[in-house]
């Protein structure tokens, strides 16, 4: 355990990065900007044949610069310190006070790491990672930053103590875009090691972090609410928004699910049971009368009227 003393004399826990996961992590980082490098020269030389050799050298030099210094630098920068290799590791650089690093750090590391790493084959980064006692290479001190490890095996993680009961869900409505990163850290770190400072020291640190984080979001910290309970508080209030953000229903589930809910207040219509067929009377056959005398062709209708032909839909023939 790394420890790291704020501007109040409390000791925060950081966990540096030892020399072989470092060493892997930057064994990972080369191979894949290596890679870049020969594929991007070879692109280059077969585009640029038709050039003198001073354009080539130019070339040449441009690209090197670009892909193994440059590429590095771009990645650490934008990643907040989670390189490739780092991320496969579970590492992170952050700045010597536990914040996330900007372009100066990593341009500080990148410009020291052509020397201490590729000039040397590493030789140079590895004797100051032995003699420093956080870890840290000619880049790390120059640049004021430090590798830390990001994951931890199980059952040596040290999770945040929840608010209290009463506290849940009370700030669901508060904004937290404008929280800054070393701000969440600092408070984490308060948070796990609270129980193991003094009193005194303890609620003064819980007042200036909780007075940060009220003008960060805008939103004073609640009369009789403790500043240590309203930091654990709003630190659950995130970390459930993290879950709810992570573990959100894909685009057609939630449409399901909102139909379903669409649905939940329309009474169920129950099954309409099939009507059994009923059964059809035979019709009465008619029973010739026996002795009744026959009845002659065209007896009984009158001349000059033709019998009108039932509604049938056709014309009779003419």
């Known amino acids: 355990m790394n420890e790291l003393v704020t501007g109040d004399a409390v000791v925060l826990g950081l966990r540096p990065a030892r020399l072989p996961s470092r060493a892997l992590a930057i064994a990972i980082d080369l191979a894949v900007v290596l890679l870049v490098f020969v594929v991007v020269s070879i692109v280059l030389a077969i585009a640029t044949v038709s050039l003198d050799e001073a354009a080539k050298a130019a070339i040449a030099v441009a690209t090197f610069l670009l892909v193994l210094v440059g590429g590095p630098i771009a990645v650490e920068t934008l990643s907040h310190g989670r390189s490739l290799g780092k ?25 020291m790491g ?10 140079v980064a590895c004797v100051a990672s032995l003699v420093s006692a956080r870890g840290r290479r000619l880049g790390d001190v120059f640049a004021g930053t430090l590798v830390v490890r990001e994951r931890l095996p199980a059952g040596r993680a040290v999770a945040v103590p929840p ?3 009463w506290l849940v869900g009370r700030f669901a409505q508060l904004d937290l875009s404008s929280v800054p990163d070393d701000l969440w850290l600092a408070i984490r770190q308060y948070l796990t090691r609270m129980h193991q400072l003094d009193a005194g020291v303890g609620w003064s640190v819980a007042e200036r ?27 659950n209030e995130r970390q459930a928004r993290d879950a709810r ?15 379903g809910a669409g649905r939940a207040g329309v009474p169920a219509v129950p099954p309409v049971a099939p009507v059994p067929a009923l059964p059809v009377p035979a019709l009465p056959v ?3 009368v026996v002795g009744a005398a026959p009845v002659e062709p065209g007896a009984g209708v009158p001349m000059g009227k033709p019998e009108r032909a039932p509604a049938t839909g056709f014309a009779p023939p003419a």
Do not use: K, N, Q, W
Not at 116 to 121: G, P, Q, R, V, Y
């Open 87 to 111: 991320l496969a590791c579970g590492l992170r650089v952050v700045r010597d006070d536990g914040g996330p690093i900007r372009f100066r750090h990593a341009l500080v590391r990148g410009s």
């Open 114 to 123: 052509i020397v201490e790493i590729l000039m040397t084959f590493g030789v």
């Open 163 to 165: 608010p209290p009961p």
């Open 209 to 235: 972090l909780a007075g940060d984080l009220a003008a960060r979001t805008g939103v004073p910290v609640p009369a009789g609410v403790p500043s240590a309970a309203f930091l654990a508080a709003v630190v």
């Open 245 to 259: 953000r992570a573990f959100a229903p894909s685009p057609g589930e939630a449409r399901g699910a909102a139909g």
């Open 286 to 288: 008619p029973v010739p």
